[in-house]
């Protein structure tokens, strides 16, 4: 089974500055055949469900603000918030959905310094 | 508008069933997979389980294998997940969720309790 890794687990940012969640998978996740890498992002706000901000490690949901961006390849990911606001406080989860059992990262909480 | 809706969740004894029922709206669920996510109260998301558009291909995770079963009724367009043998660990708020690959629409969850 694969593992998925975040860090931080926590993480306070100041409004403005720049936040960065890192998620490390334990195997590779990068399908050779059509170069994917299966991961997205997701950002869950208090009793709310979750919502996926990324796919495929990088692309962009529709609707989703561009200063929300994803990278790496591989085993070695992350999430972007280029300019905290306010509503970006939530959960935020990594999911490999490259083989059952699909599973997600342990969450990072993303608050205001 | 593409939905979905869970139902189902009760307080439960150990050892005992519950059917947790997930109604989609504005799309076929026989055209898409379906997940099945658990998140217990201040916890992570766990994922459960999966069954692929026409229900040839069913995934479990090894927590619940054997105790948890996926199926669908095309004819109502709800997708069921039968909660058998339950342990106090699996109370939790359930979520089902549409996706072959990343999970783009999510109910809002049914909450299981599971306590003597």
């Known amino acids: 089974d694969i593992v998925m890794t975040q860090s931080p687990d926590s993480l306070a940012v100041s409004l403005g500055e720049r936040a960065t969640i890192n998620c490390k998978s334990s195997q590779s996740i990068l399908y050779r055949s059509n170069n994917k890498n299966y991961l997205a992002w997701y950002q869950q706000k208090p009793g709310q469900p979750p919502k996926v901000l990324i796919s495929?490690?990088?692309t962009r949901e529709s609707g989703v603000p561009d200063r929300f961006s994803g990278s790496g390849s591989g085993t070695d990911f992350t999430l972007t918030i280029s300019s905290l606001q306010a509503e970006d406080v939530a959960l935020y989860y990594c999911q490999q959905h490259y083989n059952a059992p699909y599973s997600f990262g342990q969450g990072t909480q993303l608050e205001i310094k | 508008e593409v939905q979905l809706v869970e139902s189902g969740g009760d307080l439960v004894q150990p050892g005992g069933s519950l059917r947790l029922s997930c109604a989609a709206s504005g799309f076929s669920i026989s055209s898409y997979w379906i997940h099945w996510v658990r998140q217990a109260p201040g916890k992570g998301l766990v994922w459960v389980a999966r069954i692929n558009n026409d229900g040839s291909s069913i995934s479990y995770a090894d927590s619940v294998k054997g105790r948890f079963t996926v199926s669908r009724d095309n004819a109502k367009n709800t997708l069921y997940l039968q909660l058998n043998s339950l342990r106090v660990e699996d109370t939790a708020r359930y979520f089902c969720?549409?996706?072959?690959?990343?999970?783009?629409?999510w109910g809002k969850g049914t909450t299981v309790t599971v306590s003597s």
């Open positions: 969720a549409k996706g072959a690959y990343h999970l783009d629409v």
């Open positions: 495929w490690a990088s």
